[in-house]
């Protein structure tokens, strides 16, 4: 009988930023009155910089008044194994209509209703990644 063994790799800043292109759903980690909050988002990944849009509200409160914010994305590469990237960096609200454009975040789709027409951009201060693989001996 066989039994599972795990193991554990750093990803490199490279994997990192490739495993990213393959996912669209994050989570954004914003400082809070309270604490922190965390929201799921849809992202884009382009030249090492994370994209997103957002509705008024709470988010774009939480940035403004905090800019450092931490995101995270993880996801699986069918059987073979499960990965986990934390981008930790600065957050900022984007005017540059070029730059909202050349970086992809318009053609996101989103999940909920309201509109989103505030583009975010998180620029990393660190990136790392975790692989976990399960392998039977």
């Given at each position: 009988m066989s039994s599972p063994s795990a193991s554990l790799d750093e990803l490199?800043?490279?994997?990192?930023?490739?495993?990213?292109?393959?996912?669209?759903?994050?989570?954004?980690?914003?400082?809070?009155?309270?604490?922190?909050?965390?929201?799921?988002?849809?992202?884009?990944?382009?030249?090492?910089?994370?994209?997103?849009?957002?509705?008024?509200?709470?988010?774009?409160?939480?940035?403004?008044?905090?800019p450092s914010v931490a995101f995270e994305v993880d996801g699986t590469r069918g059987q073979d194994y499960y990965w986990s990237v934390v981008v930790r960096g600065t957050a900022e609200r984007?005017?540059?209509?070029?730059?909202?454009?050349?970086?992809?975040?318009l053609a996101l789709t989103t999940a909920t209703p309201p509109v989103k027409w505030n583009y975010i951009r998180i620029t990393p201060t660190t990136i790392s990644g975790r692989r976990f693989t399960s392998q039977k001996t």
């Open positions: 490199s800043d490279e994997q990192c930023w490739a495993e990213l292109s393959t996912a669209t759903v994050g989570r954004l980690a914003v400082r809070a009155a309270d604490g922190v909050d965390v929201y799921p988002v849809n992202f884009t990944a382009h030249e090492k910089a994370i994209y997103l849009r957002s509705a008024p509200g709470g988010k774009l409160v939480a940035i403004t008044a905090s984007l005017a540059n209509d070029a730059e909202i454009e050349e970086s992809g975040v």
